[in-house]
């Protein structure tokens, strides 16, 4: 597997929304629900971890391409 290049980096919720196309709000809610990994700095201040929004980009390409292909299973 190659080296990713949000390995390692915690991205600002806006940098967050923009790989996603979503939202900030989304991103927040994301993190709420489990499907993101992040950290709090300070009282305010919340960082996306970018190898959980890789991770998350994988698990939901895979899941849209198997919805696209009618092969997902429910």
């Not at 709090?40 to 849209?64: M, P, Q, W």
Request: proline share 1%; hydrophobic share 35%.
């Amino acid at each position: 597997m190659a080296t990713s290049r949000l390995a390692g980096r915690l991205l600002s919720c806006r940098e967050a929304a923009q790989r996603l196309n979503v939202s900030p709000d989304s991103i927040r809610r994301l993190v709420r629900a489990g499907h993101l990994e992040a950290i709090r700095i300070g009282k305010r201040s919340l960082r996306v971890r970018g190898d959980s929004i890789e991770r998350y980009i994988e698990t939901h390409s895979e899941a849209n391409r198997l919805v696209c292909q009618g092969e997902a299973t429910w």
